[in-house]
């Protein structure tokens, strides 16, 4: 038997994601106890437990971080305690994975990132589209420069009907900060950066719309809390955002939780070498990307096949995370989040005066 002495994990917030992901890929690593979960409904976090055989729940968090003294922390909280929590645990002594949308504010990312260098830990955010095999497959060909100079980016994540929790804080604005955008472009957002090799942003302009959410349609079945129409939805339903970087490249960011469309996932990656399309709706989950390109001076179009990938996103993004906590920087650092925290505020902020927002 290992007399390896475990690492103790906690998760803050006992939602749908928390227990169906943190926990569980945290169970499966031998180095890793789960100790206690907490949720501001200790009933919530005490079913949570049960379920999982975990030895401690909690409604206070401050308590859990003080009692438990966690060497790794997941934040899973609604939206606007990111900031707070995350530097609360960051200053008890553990490391911390928070759940994105990173924050509210490019200047609480900020913050974050700040605090955990200052402590010395680390801080990751569950982009858990990275580990995707699709995705995997852009970002190398990428980082071998295969595509040559990405001069454009399209990204892509839309929902038929899918706005989450309606009237839970997922609507609420001062809860959420914000609807599609924050909630599902984000990921699309940050997948596209870390492809294109994370560019200097210089500029982003965006509109925004709320077509669906104020009448009740559209709605979907997230969030552990849901209440009957009529209840405050004061976000965003769709926004389309041009960003713009340094080095001339264009990245346009397309969500939606609702619209009279076709529900997928997409990104385009143009370069000057070689251009690819990852399209599951239309190429179909087994075989999703397609790579454009020249053979002996004629086009072709090439079909990629993909491994299998075993786990989850959230298992694959923890497993290495927990691997590497001993590297200066988390395999998904904490920085790269305040970079979609910066373009998701001048998009919201560019949608609602209508001017271009330089960085
Ligand atoms: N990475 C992903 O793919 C992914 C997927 C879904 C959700 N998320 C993110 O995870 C976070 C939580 O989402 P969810 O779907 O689990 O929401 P949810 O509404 O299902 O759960 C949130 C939980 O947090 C609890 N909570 C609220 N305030 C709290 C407080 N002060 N202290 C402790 N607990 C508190 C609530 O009681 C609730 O149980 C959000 O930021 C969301 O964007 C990420």
Same mark, same amino acid.
């Given at each position: 038997?290992?007399?390896?002495?475990?690492l103790?994990?906690?998760?803050i917030g006992?939602?749908?994601i928390?227990?169906r992901?943190?926990?569980?890929?945290?169970?499966?690593?031998?180095?890793?106890?789960?100790?206690?979960v907490?949720d501001v409904?200790? /009933?919530?976090?005490?079913?949570a437990?049960k379920?999982?055989?975990?030895?401690?729940?909690?409604?206070?968090?401050?308590e859990m %971080?003080?009692k438990?003294?966690?060497d %790794?922390?997941s934040?899973?909280?609604?939206?606007m305690?990111h900031?707070?929590?995350?530097?609360?645990?960051? $200053?008890?002594?553990?490391?911390?994975?928070?759940?994105?949308?990173m924050?509210?504010k490019y200047?609480?990312?900020q913050?974050m990132?700040a605090?955990?260098?200052k402590?010395?830990?680390?801080l990751?955010i569950? *982009?858990?589209?990275r580990?995707?095999?699709?995705?995997q =497959?852009l970002?190398?060909y990428?980082?071998? @420069? %295969? *595509?040559g100079?990405?001069y454009y980016v399209?990204?892509q994540?839309?929902?038929r009907s899918g706005?989450?929790g309606y009237g839970?804080?997922?609507?609420?604005k001062?809860m959420?900060? @914000?609807?599609?955008?924050?909630?599902?472009g984000?990921?699309?957002?940050? =997948?596209?950066?870390?492809?294109?090799?994370?560019?200097?942003?210089?500029s982003?302009?965006?509109?925004?719309y709320?077509? *669906?959410g104020?009448?009740?349609m559209g =709605?979907g079945?997230w !969030?552990?809390d849901?209440?009957?129409?009529?209840q405050?939805c004061?976000?965003?339903d769709m926004v389309?955002?041009?960003?713009?970087?340094e080095n !001339?490249?264009?990245l %346009?960011v397309?969500a939606?939780w609702?619209?009279?469309?076709?529900?997928g $996932?997409?990104?385009?990656?143009l @370069?000057?070498?070689?251009?690819?399309?990852?399209y599951p709706?239309?190429?179909g989950?087994d075989?999703p990307?397609?790579?454009y390109d /020249?053979?002996?001076g004629?086009?072709?179009e090439i079909i990629?096949d993909l491994p299998r990938?075993a786990v989850?996103g959230h298992?694959?993004?923890?497993?290495?995370?927990?691997k590497n906590?001993?590297?200066?920087?988390?395999?998904?650092?904490?920085?790269?989040?305040?970079m979609?925290a910066q373009?998701?505020e001048a998009?919201y902020?560019?949608? $609602?005066?209508g001017?271009?927002?330089?960085?």
């Amino acid at each position: 038997m290992s007399t390896e002495k475990k690492l103790k994990a906690a998760v803050i917030g006992a939602g749908m994601i928390p227990t169906r992901s943190h926990i569980p890929a945290y169970q499966r690593l031998s180095n890793v106890q789960v100790v206690a979960v907490c949720d501001v409904k200790l /009933d919530r976090a005490q079913a949570a437990a049960k379920a999982a055989g975990v030895p401690n729940a909690y409604a206070d968090y401050k308590e859990m %971080l003080a009692k438990e003294k966690p060497d %790794l922390v997941s934040v899973c909280t609604p939206n606007m305690f990111h900031a707070e929590m995350t530097i609360a645990a960051l $200053e008890s002594g553990a490391n911390v994975i928070c759940e994105k949308p990173m924050a509210l504010k490019y200047k609480d990312a900020q913050a974050m990132v700040a605090t955990a260098k200052k402590v010395g830990k680390q801080l990751t955010i569950a *982009f858990s589209n990275r580990p995707r095999a699709d995705m995997q =497959l852009l970002r190398r060909y990428a980082e071998q @420069g %295969l *595509f040559g100079d990405i001069y454009y980016v399209n990204a892509q994540y839309l929902r038929r009907s899918g706005i989450p929790g309606y009237g839970s804080w997922f609507t609420n604005k001062d809860m959420a900060g @914000g609807g599609s955008m924050l909630d599902i472009g984000v990921h699309y957002l940050d =997948l596209a950066l870390w492809i294109m090799g994370h560019p200097k942003p210089v500029s982003v302009a965006a509109s925004s719309y709320a077509k *669906f959410g104020p009448r009740a349609m559209g =709605l979907g079945g997230w !969030g552990a809390d849901i209440l009957p129409p009529p209840q405050r939805c004061d976000v965003d339903d769709m926004v389309v955002t041009r960003v713009m970087f340094e080095n !001339g490249a264009t990245l %346009l960011v397309q969500a939606s939780w609702a619209a009279y469309l076709k529900s997928g $996932e997409r990104i385009q990656v143009l @370069g000057t070498e070689m251009g690819a399309d990852c399209y599951p709706v239309l190429n179909g989950t087994d075989h999703p990307v397609r790579i454009y390109d /020249d053979m002996n001076g004629e086009a072709v179009e090439i079909i990629p096949d993909l491994p299998r990938v075993a786990v989850s996103g959230h298992a694959a993004i923890i497993e290495e995370w927990v691997k590497n906590l001993d590297k200066p920087e988390a395999p998904i650092p904490a920085w790269q989040g305040a970079m979609t925290a910066q373009i998701i505020e001048a998009a919201y902020k560019s949608a $609602e005066t209508g001017e271009m927002i330089k960085l």
